[in-house]
């Protein structure tokens, strides 16, 4: 696959992306900063390294609203000036997002547009815009950094996913200091029949 839509995402092995009480000046929710630990070694040649290179090599991002807000929408630019799509469930026509971010309502219109600002690098996908485009049968891949901690209690990333049966083949398994990078690939809903 040319420009796989693929989700990155850090997350406990309880499932969580966040802890408990995620807000603004608290972003990550109580204790949620321990799983991107393993962005300090980012620079390495070793797996983190390369994971968020590959990370950053993306050439377009699709975000969930909550991330987006959360993030401080940032400020436009998410890195190096790649077209930002935020799936959203409206967008008002008196908020315009700064910079190369864009609100986009519908799933398969979002994935388009995202693959073809991405041209044939992947596409980048952060928040809960992954259950949508699951649903939808626009998500190909993901990219899950693996920490190994219990957060308890906090934001989960497949909470609200709905009673869909979805098979994952892991096609990647990187051993990084305190995270392992597990890539796997989505089937398709006509795949698994």
């Known amino acids: 696959m040319n420009n796989p839509i693929r989700l ?7 499932g969580c992306i966040a802890g408990p009480d995620d807000r603004p000046g608290q972003e990550l929710g109580r204790d949620g900063g321990r799983l991107f630990n393993w962005l300090s070694h980012r620079d390495s040649d070793g797996p983190s390294g390369q994971v968020y290179r590959e990370a950053s090599a993306t050439g377009s991002v699709i975000s ?8 401080g929408r940032w400020q436009g630019d ?19 997002p700064p910079g190369h ?50 957060l ?17 083949d892991l ?10 990078h597990l890539r796997y690939l989505v089937h398709r809903p006509e795949e698994a029949a």
């Open 101 to 150: 971010a864009r609100f986009v309502t519908d799933a398969e219109d979002c994935a388009r547009q995202a693959r073809a600002a991405a041209g044939d690098r992947p596409v980048m996908v952060h928040g809960a815009a992954a259950q949508a485009l699951l649903r939808a049968g626009q998500l190909d891949e993901m990219e899950i950094h693996l920490v190994p901690v219990l």
């Open 78 to 96: 998410h890195h190096d000036g790649v077209p930002i799509f935020v799936l959203t469930h409206q967008a008002d026509d008196g908020d315009v």
């Open 171 to 180: 096609v990647r398994r990187l051993e990084g200091r305190d995270v392992t």
């Open 8 to 14: 990155y995402m850090s997350m406990s092995l309880d």
């Open 152 to 168: 308890g209690d906090g934001r989960r990333l497949f909470d609200h996913l709905g009673g869909e049966h979805i098979e994952l």
């Open 64 to 71: 969930g609203r909550r991330t987006f807000e959360l993030a």
